[in-house]
């Protein structure tokens, strides 16, 4: 389950990319945009001053997020779905996926299949963290493995760039594809947890903490918590988060 509260923390570190990633979108009056695992719908809600001619519409397989994202009464259309399943429409001018489709496997074979069916000229934008060989990820995964949930250990859920713009443009697209490591400072709070453990609470933590008894978590918690202390000590009240991230701006033929 996501909490879009936990999620919605360090809210200015997590729309960066977002915001990176759709200056390389050059639609100029898209008819449909849409963004496919929206979460809380907040920067989905910020393409709507970009393109205010646009029906704007967001997606998530997450009821709690979309719940979240219908209650601020942003001027999108949300609905809870599983981008899996979702099929390009003949007015989807541009197509957005920010910090989601590391959570589904297999997504690289899906995106000739939305290439396929998307307009001519259209616009898919995608950024994914590309962080798994992180200190942060490495901890994480040794320690769910200790803990017996080897099954949720997930290896790298994304390509490269260069992986990526090679599907893109062997789907026929034109392809820009990069990546970025961005360096969060994170502040710490006298008292409150060590801030990357709060970082990854928002997100990578969840299938385990859902796995887990409530004691089994806080003993998996405590562990994580010391091992990123010594992975990203403070220095001073900052704790520095280098954080990866890949993306890439495709566009299909013929515009
Ligand atoms: C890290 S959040 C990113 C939310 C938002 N795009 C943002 O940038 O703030 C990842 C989102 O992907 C959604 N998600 C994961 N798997 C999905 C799937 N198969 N279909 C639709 N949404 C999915 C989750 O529910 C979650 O809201």
Redesign the pocket.
Known sequence: M?DPAT?LRFGDE?SRP?FDLMARVGAAEPRAVV??????GN?TATLAARWPGARLRG????AE?IEKARAERYPVDFEV????EWTPEADHDVVVS???LQ??PGHEELLPRWVAALPAGAWLAVQVPGNFDAPSHVALRALTVEAGLGDLARDAPVLDPAGYADVLAGAGCAVDAWETTYLHRLPVVPGADHPVLTWMEG?ALRPVRAALSPDGWAVFRDTLARRLASAYPARGNVVSFPFRRIFFVARTQGD
Do not use: E, I
């Open positions: 996501w999620y997590r977002f963004d496919l695992g929206c979460g809380p920067l997606v998530d397989s997450s997020m779905g599983d981008l899996r920010n910090a989601a959570w589904v997100t």
